[in-house]
């Protein structure tokens, strides 16, 4: 079982940046692949990005550019840089772990982009 705890939403003017943290249990944390995912209200859960082991990194096109993922394996955490945020990012994020093909998820951070 894996545990998965985000943290570092809030409010933000467009524009504006924010950093989520997902800090994960295990003792293999270096090898999981980690992910974030976002649901607005009314729409399905869609991919943000994800980091696999290697440091591999994919995005999706609504965000490439904007966003960054990373990890600190020594810490248990991945990250999720994002910057130049729109009214169109306002979600909740969920943190998302790949291990032994079980996935596991978050319990999600709100993120509102709004003047």
């Known amino acids: 079982q894996v545990q998965l705890v985000e943290s570092g939403g809030g409010l933000v003017q467009p524009g504006g940046s924010l950093r989520l943290s997902c800090a994960a249990s295990g003792s293999f944390f270096r090898l999981y692949r980690m992910g974030w995912f976002r649901q607005a209200p009314g729409k399905q859960r869609e991919f943000v990005a994800t980091?696999?082991?290697?440091?591999?990194?994919n995005y999706a096109d609504s965000v490439r550019g904007r966003f960054t993922i990373s990890r600190e394996n020594a810490k248990n955490t991945v990250y999720l840089q994002m910057n130049s945020l729109e009214p169109d990012d306002t979600a909740v994020y969920y943190c998302?772990?790949?291990?032994?093909?079980?996935?596991?998820w978050g319990q999600g951070t709100q993120v509102t982009v709004s003047s």
């Open positions: 998302n772990a790949l291990v032994s093909a079980l996935t596991y």
């Open positions: 980091i696999n082991s290697g440091n591999s990194t």
